[in-house]
């Protein structure tokens, strides 16, 4: 099957000529006013062309692979709506069964993750970008990615809005990491799920925190919520109970006195845990059978476990060391599961080029940890984050992230999509770090 045709690359120049017009008006009516716009355009088109690059090598390079599994499970939908609207409305809504199924054939055609709940999520998501991008694949890659860079930019301007005047680190943390340009612009579960959660912490902002347009906020938040929730579930119950420690800890920084913060923290402690248990116990049950419980999710940590160790994996996989199948034992291995989830590939782990990258930017990272620590001291580097209800919250995330992503993926291949919200987070977090640290030396090192 030929996925690029010519009809690809005249959609694509069309849509690019119009996407520089757009942003060239955006930024002409706000650079004045908001400076940070001169980011606004280099990270769309960074971006889009990181998804175009990702849609070509993957095409004549690799071949058919999952992200045109996608995209053909797409156009099996779109070609089901003019035969079977109804059933295409049940479909497109979660329905998955037998019944529904059969509405699939010869004149659709047969969508290959139809019995994967998780990953079909993306086919039934993806129907809007794909009609809007002309049913072309580059069409579909451009329009999805321009759509899903205003979540992109929603949180950077969030973010500017908590920490003022960090402009370039920001833009560097958010728009510039080169394996999140990458890996989260092509037609994959990992690009969606890191949208979702920014779409979900920049809502809960809106409503919780700033107050302002509550019912559209709201909308977005429950529509990425769901979307999040379908794809990839412990990406939502972590994007959950961050959200919750943000607005926990926000409650608690707004007491006036030390007495006060005292006396409300085990209160909001004691809410936020039954908020948070509440959600798992909910959602729990409707999840992939693999995360709708603890139990179920220690028993999937142990199978792929297990499995990264056979022969097939062709030395791409790492082992944390093997570990009993109870919470107690998972959690034995959070050290190794968080290092592999934020630090791994090493330099030594590379097979390939888009490993090298990978473990270029954890290397970076970890140097820019260790002279954090030298030059402005882990006490300092904590009491930072402790002091901010957001920096908390995207700490919690960005280690609970982590030990998800080390002690449930086989290889460095799965690992470095999967493990993109703790790159991103993790980025911020460093930023503003680095900040107070420039802050704290111009007043020559004082407390």
């Known amino acids: 099957m030929q996925i690029i045709t010519f009809a690809d690359f005249f959609v694509a120049f069309l849509y690019l000529a119009v996407l520089w017009f757009v942003a060239f008006n955006i930024v002409r009516n706000h650079i004045e006013a908001e400076p940070c716009y001169k980011y606004f355009t280099i990270g769309l088109f960074l971006k889009i062309a990181a998804g175009l690059i990702f849609a070509l090598l993957y095409t004549f390079h690799y071949g058919i692979t999952d992200t045109h599994y996608y995209y053909m499970g797409t156009q099996c939908l779109e070609k089901l709506a003019h035969i079977d609207f109804g059933k295409f409305v049940q479909i497109f809504l979660g329905n998955r069964s037998p019944e529904v199924a059969s509405a699939f054939d010869w004149r659709t055609g047969y969508p290959t993750y139809w019995k994967d709940a998780n990953s079909f999520a993306v086919c039934r998501f993806n129907i809007f970008f794909y009609v809007l991008g002309f049913k072309t694949f580059l069409g579909n890659t451009i329009v999805m990615n321009a759509f899903f860079y205003i979540a992109y930019w929603r949180f950077y301007k969030l973010m500017l809005n908590m920490f003022p005047h960090s402009e370039r680190d920001f833009a560097i943390a958010l728009l510039f990491v080169p394996s999140v340009i990458f890996w989260g612009s092509g037609l994959l579960k990992d690009g969606w799920c890191l949208v979702a959660m920014l779409f979900i912490f920049s809502s809960v902002y809106k409503i919780f925190i700033e107050h302002k347009k509550i019912v559209w906020s709201t909308i977005v938040l429950i529509v990425w919520a769901y979307i999040c929730f379908s794809i990839r ?198 930023s503003v770090e680095w900040r107070y640290m420039a802050i704290w030396k111009s007043v020559g090192g004082k407390e």
């Open 233 to 430: 579930a412990y990406a939502f119950f972590t994007a959950a109970l961050a959200s919750i420690i943000w607005l926990a800890f926000n409650i608690i920084n707004k007491a006036k006195t030390g007495l006060m913060r005292t006396l409300i923290f085990p209160i909001i402690a004691v809410v936020a845990w039954l908020v948070g248990v509440g959600v798992f116990s909910q959602f729990g049950s409707l999840a992939n059978s693999r995360y709708q419980s603890i139990d179920a999710m220690i028993e999937t940590a142990v199978i792929i476990q297990d499995d990264l160790r056979k022969d097939y994996y062709g030395g791409n996989s790492f082992d944390i060391g093997e570990f009993s199948p109870t919470l107690g034992g998972m959690l034995s291995k959070a050290p190794q599961a968080i290092v592999a989830g934020i630090f791994r590939p090493f330099l030594w782990d590379v097979r390939n080029p888009l490993m090298l990258i990978s473990a270029l930017e954890t290397t970076i990272i970890f140097i820019i940890i260790i002279s954090l620590f030298k030059n402005f001291g882990i006490r300092r580097f904590m009491a930072v984050i402790m002091r901010n209800p957001f920096l908390i919250a995207a700490f919690v995330l960005m280690l609970t992230y982590a030990f998800f992503v080390g002690i449930t993926t086989a290889n460095f291949g799965a690992l470095v999509r999967y493990r993109m919200p703790v790159l991103v987070f993790l980025a911020l977090i460093l």
